[in-house]
């Protein structure tokens, strides 16, 4: 297997091979499919990163509610039908 270093300095022996307007042409096709893919991801429904973990965080303290009133429903539940003295 080859160095990181070895694969770097071959890397960079093929970039400085290819012709400058190969260069230009691969770079102007990057940002044209960037630009593409920007556009049709933002057609879609999605959230940020950071309104989902805020989402997430929400849920999770309304499930500990619900089961802390689950618990507390149950505990009156079991008062109520106790017979009385």
Do not use: C, H, W, Y
């Not at 080859?2 to 230009?24: F, R, Y």
């Not at 849920?59 to 079991?78: D, F, G």
């Amino acid at each position: 297997m080859l160095e990181p270093k070895k694969l770097e300095e071959l890397a960079k022996q093929v970039a400085d091979s290819i012709p400058p307007g190969v260069k230009t042409m691969a770079e102007g096709v990057e940002s044209k499919v960037k630009q593409v893919l920007q556009s049709q991801l933002s057609r879609l429904d999605f959230v940020s990163r950071e309104e989902f973990d805020v989402q997430t965080m929400v849920l999770q303290r309304t499930r500990e509610k619900l089961e802390a009133l689950e618990a507390r429903v149950e505990e009156l539940e079991k008062q109520v039908n106790q017979p009385k003295a």
